[in-house]
């Protein structure tokens, strides 16, 4: 067979632009480890296609939204790592959701459809030790329609007819991709296809996961996954420091405009050292010492992997939070009420507008990577590592304040870590991100309002220590003027100008739970809450 290897990066890099080449300097082991590899399988007879990896920050949000119209609630507070590469020469492609992660080099792509006789290999040094890190790909958009007569669709479209739903929440979990009429109708799926690989997966099968040579393959067919595995073995590499992501059979594989497309992450978070400039984090997220390789041999019969349904989902536990702590949240949102002058009739004060955060894993919307898959549903890149609440439509218009209380997952021992995250509705972009760090003892004022019940995961006595209490408000000072705290967040109006008339949906995730390597069984979290004081 005619071997090729499109060399994309690497030592014949100088027809990149300058930024490019910067964020892909695998200097030392590493890039003599991706060369090792690249000629190994060529000798193999494998087409070899060098690709690489690029930050997807909040900046690039705007670039994102002019593409598809939403930047799909990420996470300001810690950009993301894409994988990027050249298509197969008979791939299909869509301009406008080539590349929709922020710029890439011409002919890079960072959404792409996979052969059924391929596998993506990611080459990384990790990063300084931090609070998270994974690898997840995802099936990111399907050609056809989402299904209008499933249970899901029905039951939303009856709930925010009767109020009970935003107006916005049926158009962003069931959403057609902005495309030119000469090119079929396609939806977002954004669902997940696999469990995640984080960094408590690589330690308990490699023993240690940062600051390690890890390796990972991204496949549809389980024999490219082990001539992978053993050309690695070849140049010396552990089979324990690699790890798998299987494509399974129920996605559309294949190159031609008809198939799925698919898009491949790392996500690192909460580093130890803070991340500041300078910090080994920072260094590490700015030269990213990463290899990517695209490599097919299409002489093969493939052996795909079994469909994966929502029963080959890792089993998750939780700390009941809800037979523990709900009335005491209520009796927190009822003082915060009292404070401003408002007084509920019932315990939930559900008479003066307070709400819980919805649960968005369970009935109705049920974002669930395989549920969605199966009806068209956006899933808005899901990930098994976390439960995901969300509260919304706030407007800051008028002088609105907004009280937040809920859980602590991080106290009650269902989170590693906690992220309180800021969306602006129009284009469901993240704006801000408050952690668990910034929220801890922020509810303690009101210790004499709940319990003593102390927190299961501390040596806290009282339930406040369990609690986070956060306003959100175009002026803080109106804040402290009634009550004397500081844990408020303003809403700007740079963050959010008054001439838009945008609003703001709030996300509350918890992020794996200690002892475990999956997040928190949602079905006993306790959902937040939220009450206009003003």
């Known amino acids: 067979m005619k071997t090729r290897w499109y060399l994309a990066l690497g030592l014949a890099c100088a ?22 590899l690249s000629h190994v399988l060529l000798r193999q007879g494998f087409e070899v296609n060098r690709g690489y990896v690029k930050l997807w920050r909040i900046e690039d949000c705007q670039y994102t939204f002019d593409r598809i119209g939403l930047c799909l609630g990420n996470n300001p507070a810690a950009p993301y790592v894409i994988v990027a590469a050249p298509p197969w020469p008979d791939e299909a492609t869509i301009p406008q959701i080539r590349t929709v992660w922020g710029p890439s080099p011409s002919k890079y792509e960072d959404v792409f459809r996979l052969d059924p006789h391929e596998a993506i290999i990611i080459l990384a040094q990790m990063p300084p030790q931090a609070r998270f890190f ?51 109708e396609r939806i977002f799926v954004g669902s997940s296809f696999s469990n995640p690989i984080n ?35 070849g140049i010396g590499v552990a089979d324990e420091a690699i790890f798998t992501d299987p494509v399974p059979s129920n996605v559309n594989v294949g190159l031609d405009l008809a198939s799925d497309d698919f898009v491949t992450w790392f996500r690192y978070a909460q580093p130890d050292d803070g991340g500041a400039p300078g910090t080994p984090s ?14 097919r041999d299409i002489h093969h019969q493939p ?68 549920l969605c898959m199966a009806i068209g549903e956006n899933c808005l890149l899901d990930n098994w590592d976390m439960d995901l609440q969300l509260y919304g439509r706030a407007s800051f218009d008028n002088g609105e304040v907004y009280a937040l209380a809920g859980t602590l997952g991080t106290r009650t021992g269902n989170a590693t870590y906690v992220a309180l995250g800021v969306n602006k509705v129009s284009q469901y972009i993240g704006v801000a991100n408050l952690s668990d760090v910034v929220l801890t003892d922020t509810a303690s004022g009101f210790a004499g309002a709940v319990s003593g019940t102390s927190c299961p995961a501390t040596d806290h006595a009282n339930t406040t220590d369990c609690l986070f209490l956060y ?8 804040v402290e003027s009634v009550t004397g705290e500081k844990n ?27 002892g475990t390597q999956r997040g928190p069984d949602s079905f006993h979290m306790l959902p937040a809450m939220a009450i206009r004081v003003r």
């Open 15 to 36: 027809s990149l632009t300058p930024w490019a080449v910067s964020q892909n300097l695998n200097a030392g082991q590493m890039e003599r480890t991706a060369q090792q």
């Open 303 to 370: 052996e795909p992997y079994p469909a994966f349904t929502k029963d080959d989902l890792e089993a998750r536990t939780a700390f009941d939070e809800k037979s523990v702590f709900a009335s005491d949240l209520n009796h927190l949102i009822s003082a915060v009420a009292s404070k401003w002058g408002m007084h509920c009739t019932k315990d939930d004060c559900s008479d003066m507008g307070a709400q819980h955060f919805m649960d968005l894993e369970i009935d109705p919307i049920w974002e669930v990577g395989p």
């Open 199 to 233: 960094h408590v997966v690589i330690e308990r099968q490699a023993n240690t996961a940062f600051g390690q040579q890890r390796y990972f393959i991204v496949t549809p067919d389980k024999r490219m996954n082990m001539a992978v595995r053993n050309a690695l073995a």
């Open 471 to 478: 306003y959100f408000a175009r002026d803080c000072s109106v």
């Open 488 to 514: 408020c967040f303003e809403i700007s109006t740079k963050l959010v100008p008054p001439e838009t008339k945008d609003s703001i949906a709030f996300s509350l995730r918890n992020y794996l739970r200690p």
């Open 134 to 184: 994974s690898e997840q790909s995802w099936m990111f958009t399907r050609q056809g329609t989402y299904d209008t007569s499933s249970a899901t669709y029905l039951n939303m479209v009856a709930l925010t007819n009767a109020g009970v739903l935003p107006d916005f929440v049926v158009p962003l979990f069931f959403r057609n991709v902005p495309l030119p009429d000469d090119i079929p």
């Open 282 to 295: 920072y260094i590490w997220r700015k030269n990213l010492p990463m290899a990517v390789l695209r490599v």
